[in-house]
């Protein structure tokens, strides 16, 4: 049968299919539209299986906060090539994605979630078909707090977002600044509580094996390993390091300068 002009650009304004795959799924489908847009996903499917082990270790990292700054969203979508990820269309699907994935509290529950007619997953499957290369969630991560603000780094590479324990006159300056210090610091965790004790036990271990190697007596090493453990926090630990704005102060002391507020928490994701 015919298949007109309008028919093909009709399907790919909505597959992003290419005009000669578009106008093949018409044909096949005997121009139902329908099951075009079936034979397309099938053909993502078919792409997407083929790719499956290929290294997706590009793409862009956004982030979003809800409306009243109180629940926010990182996603990292990533794709195979610095290419696809720097194209506009692709960055136009990361947004969308990205404004569908807030509200959900897992990435289970964001896969699954509605896009256009489709789950999110199907839309990953359906994309990598049209473009032709591996696309997939890298990493997803939530942060809820009473003011919660966020920073994307230029080129879409990191994201970070930061909690503040109420919402005060200059909240969004600071929660951002604080993001930026996460996204350029990379702290392993909020404050000295929340680094893993088996974390703390090996940084002890490499201070004693280091002193050892500097001649320290033995029944010196605990004590002062103990104050190698506090730089430590201080360099890894993001209230305890020194902020990037001004160094004489710490990022903890910057909060607390601008009123009775403290971070609550953040979370950081970037394209490694």
Do not use: W
Request: aromatic share 4%.
């Amino acid at each position: 049968m015919k298949i007109t002009a309008s028919e093909v650009n009709k399907l790919r304004q909505a597959t992003g299919a290419g005009m000669m795959d578009c106008k093949k799924a018409l044909v096949e489908a005997e121009g139902d539209f329908e099951k075009a847009v079936e034979n397309l996903r099938k053909k993502g499917q078919k792409v997407a299986a083929n790719r499956a082990d290929r290294d997706s270790s590009e793409g862009a990292v956004l982030a979003k906060v809800n409306q009243d700054n109180t629940s926010g969203v990182i996603v990292s979508i990533n794709c195979e090539t610095d290419f696809v990820a720097k194209n506009e269309s692709y960055l136009s699907l990361a947004k969308e994605l990205t404004d569908t994935a807030l509200g959900h509290e897992t990435l289970e529950s964001f896969l699954a979630a509605d896009f256009k007619g489709m789950s999110v997953a199907e839309k990953l499957t359906e994309q990598t078909g049209v473009i032709g290369e591996k696309i997939e969630i890298g990493d997803f991560k939530t942060l809820k707090a009473p003011y919660i603000g966020l920073y994307i780094h230029a080129g879409n590479k990191i994201a970070t977002l930061v909690g503040l324990s109420a919402k005060v006159e200059d909240a969004a300056e600071v929660s951002k600044n604080v993001a930026m210090q996460a996204a350029a610091m990379n702290p392993i965790a909020l404050n000295e509580e929340g680094v893993d004790a088996s974390i703390i036990e090996k940084e002890i271990e490499i201070a004693k094996d280091q002193l050892r190697q500097e001649g320290k007596p033995e029944e010196m090493l605990d004590k002062i390993a103990q104050g190698k453990i506090k730089r430590f926090f201080k360099d890894n630990t993001l209230i305890n390091q020194d902020f990037i704005k001004d160094s004489k102060i710490s990022v903890g002391k910057y909060v607390k300068s601008v009123g009775d507020i403290e971070v609550t928490g953040f979370a950081r994701v970037a394209l490694v």
